[in-house]
């Protein structure tokens, strides 16, 4: 986000991230893994201002120590989508870049206009949005920006509680005419898929409804590529809108 509203040149230090976006922050030093908060390094960096993740996405100690040493601090969690812009004109105004977040985020509502319009009316496929499962089974929360990105995209989406995790006997009960594999798709393949005990039988599987999804479209990125996402959530579940 802050490389989009172009503030990226003051961007000093960036969190780990299996999926390196945009090119230009690749040199970047990394001073948050998934293990922590390396606060000391911040500090060192003289970085005046800090960008967080709300939901414990970024721990509240390392939020409470950064500012604890006069760092301003911002935590961000989108719940929707008006949420995700609402964020991106924030850190706008906290970067000193409200004009370029304006701009962005009155292109993005335009463009989720235009999209939402195009599946309206649609029969909506119950829906499964796979964000991992190599031990647990992970997919969106009731009521989150993702569940609703998947109703934008026009479909009907099998949803969990807040931990994202769903059993399999949840899966297989809610049978969904469609299964996309999100953030997982680089390593799970539809065979996989079919492989798995007790998946064979659910009619995605028996349809060869098993599509594979960009990572970055719902995932953990409420940023300027939302609407991307969106297309990209639309040309799985129907491709005929699009052209």
Wanted: no cysteine.
């Amino acid at each position: 986000t802050l490389f989009a509203i172009g503030v990226g040149d003051r961007v000093v230090a960036k969190v780990e991230d299996i999926a390196a976006y945009p090119p230009e922050a690749d040199g970047l030093p990394i001073v948050a893994t998934f293990e922590g908060v390396l606060v000391e390094q911040i500090v060192s960096l003289e970085a005046d201002l800090v960008i967080a993740g709300g939901n414990f996405f970024t721990p509240p100690d390392a939020i409470a120590q950064l500012r604890s040493v006069g760092i301003p601090v911002v935590v961000l969690y989108a719940g929707s989508v008006e949420e995700a812009l609402a964020g991106i004109e924030l850190l706008g105004i906290a970067a000193g870049a409200a004009e370029g977040a304006a701009d962005l985020t009155a292109s993005m509502r335009a463009e989720f206009d235009r999209l939402a319009a195009s599946t309206a009316g649609l029969v909506k496929p119950k829906t499964f949005y796979e964000i991992d499962a190599t031990s647990k089974i992970y997919t969106v929360p009731a009521g989150s920006l993702y569940a609703e990105m998947l109703e934008l995209a026009g479909a009907d989406p099998i949803t969990t509680n807040e931990s994202y995790e769903i059993s399999l006997e949840e899966v297989i009960a809610a049978d969904p005419e469609v299964i996309l594999l999100g953030d997982d798709a680089d390593y799970t393949t539809a065979a996989d898929v079919a492989a798995r005990p007790g998946w064979s039988g659910i009619r995605a599987v028996l349809d060869g409804k098993v599509l594979p999804i960009p990572e970055y479209v719902l995932g953990t990125r409420p940023g300027p590529r939302l609407a991307e996402g969106l297309r990209a959530l639309i040309r799985a579940l129907h491709p005929e809108v699009l052209g």
